[in-house]
């Protein structure tokens, strides 16, 4: 099922598989739309385990052109590439290592260096170069994929975390906290101001936050996911029922 609201689209889905393969297609199909018109597409993508399959069942889109897309990174931990807890790894392993990527679009976030914020304009000055220049001088991402915490954070963008009043820089560096190692994570300038944004969502944790998300008052900085509300392009919120807060 699939409904307009003044937040975006939402598609309901049945669980986590169906959500994978709605959203996978979803994606390809967008791809396949700005490639129409125009020589590179930008794909910024998250971690997770939801994001995962749908990843997996991307890589089946034969008749996407992977050599003219540019892959980046929404937020990255701060662990080696091979480290499992990495997202780069799990794209990599869910996706890249099954299709016909070309290895110079692959921009992975350096997270893994010792001077984050070093680390972090080097990603900016990256995006501000390969990807074409949108509204107030901000990159516009052709395609990004964002997850839900249950604590209402999206990105590496966590409840009260000072990452959040960031307004000038496109990727910051996330401090450590308890339970979380540090990350970068590209800003909500940035995240905001892309054309295509889809938002996937599974499990029961998540419906308390999405439903703060689209409350009609609420404070963004208890629940960052709120932010979404002000994208500029089009944003897609594909869910499964217990997300939605149903329980049959």
Not at 93 to 112: F, H, S, T, W
Request: hydrophobic share 45%.
């Amino acid at each position: 099922m699939s409904t307009l609201s003044v937040w975006g689209e939402l598609v309901a889905c049945k669980d986590a598989m169906e959500i994978a393969d709605v959203a996978a297609k979803r994606i390809a199909a967008a791809i396949e739309a700005k490639l129409r018109t125009q020589p590179l597409v930008s794909v910024a993508l998250s971690g997770g385990t939801t994001p995962r399959e749908t990843y997996a069942r991307l890589a089946l889109a034969k008749h996407v052109d992977w050599s003219k897309v540019l892959f980046f990174w929404v937020d990255e931990r701060a662990v080696p590439p091979s480290d499992s807890r990495s997202n780069y790894h799990m794209v990599d392993e869910a996706m890249l290592q099954k299709i016909p990527v070309n290895r110079n679009n692959v921009a992975r976030m350096q997270a893994d260096l010792s001077d984050l914020k070093g680390a972090a304009e080097s990603y900016e000055s990256l995006l501000r170069a390969r990807v074409a220049m949108g509204p107030n001088n901000v990159p516009q991402l052709d395609i990004l994929t964002l997850g839900v915490g249950a604590d209402g954070h999206t990105a590496s963008l966590f409840p009260h975390d000072v990452a959040l009043r960031e307004h000038q820089a496109l990727v910051t560096a996330v401090a450590p906290a308890p339970g979380r190692e540090a990350r970068l994570s590209l800003t909500f300038p940035v995240l905001l101001n892309a054309s295509n944004v889809f938002v996937v969502a599974s499990g029961s944790e998540k419906s308390k936050p999405l439903e703060r998300a689209w409350a009609a008052y609420g404070d963004e900085n208890e629940t960052p996911l709120r932010s979404l509300r002000n994208a500029t392009g089009s944003t897609t919120w594909i869910i499964d029922r217990a997300a939605g807060g149903l329980t049959r």
